[in-house]
C-alpha cells in the first residue's frame, strides 16, 4: 500500500503536506454546511425571499390603490 501511495504521491514534496490540505478543506466544509444551517434556523420570517416577494407584491398592489 505505501508503494502505491508512493507512486501516487510521489511528487508532492512531503505526503504531509496533502492529507493536512484535505483536512482543512473537509474542515472548511463542514464549517460552511454548519453555518448555514445555522443561518436558516435562526432567520425571522421576514427575511425569507418568499416573505419578500410577497411584500413587495402587496407594496405594488397598495401604491396602484
Known sequence: MND???????????????WTALGLCIFMTV???????????IMFPWMEEENQQQRKTLEQVQEKE
Open 31 to 41: 464549517i460552511q454546511r454548519l453555518f448555514d444551517w445555522i443561518t436558516n434556523k
Open 4 to 18: 502505491f501511495m508512493d507512486r501516487v504521491f510521489g511528487f508532492m514534496p512531503y505526503r504531509g503536506i496533502f
